[in-house]
């Protein structure tokens, strides 16, 4: 099992950057893909931000984005593949969601997509980014 725990959401200005992080535990040596979802009242949660961990600094890792948040997205993972970044520039009203972690482990069931919601099998509770 994982656990995924995030931090760093708040209330930010319009065109201001904030970084939000994710602590993941467990047997995070069996995630595959890690990132960042988002959700507003009313619509569905959306992938903004999808890390795919190769396991070799050769190759280095594979990052997804929506073309809605390419440019101003950017994940990152630590050295110690325990914490996971989704850094945030230029921010605008529209951002403005419960943003979510997330993790798949190898062999995680059907698989949709590395920007979808039920390719992920472990969850965070969420931290709120407020934008006005």
């Known amino acids: 099992h994982m656990q995924l725990v995030e931090s760093g959401g708040g209330s930010v200005q319009t065109g201001s950057s904030l970084t939000l992080s994710c602590l993941e535990s467990?047997?995070?040596?069996?995630?595959?893909?890690t990132g960042w979802f988002r959700q507003s009242p009313g619509k569905q949660r959306e992938g903004v931000a999808i890390l795919y961990f190769r396991g070799s600094s050769v190759h280095g890792d594979t990052t997804y984005y929506p073309d809605s948040v390419k440019g101003r997205f950017t994940i990152s993972q630590a050295n110690a593949k325990n914490t996971v970044y989704l850094q945030i520039h230029s921010l605008k009203p529209e951002d403005t969601a419960m943003y979510y972690c997330?993790?798949?482990?190898?062999?995680?069931?059907?698989?949709?997509?590395?920007?979808?919601?039920?390719?992920?099998?472990?969850w965070g509770q969420g931290t709120q980014v407020t934008v006005s």
């Open positions: 997330a993790a798949r482990i190898a062999y995680g069931g059907a698989w949709y997509g590395p920007l979808m919601e039920l390719s992920f099998n472990y």
């Open positions: 467990g047997n995070t040596y069996s995630a595959t893909y």
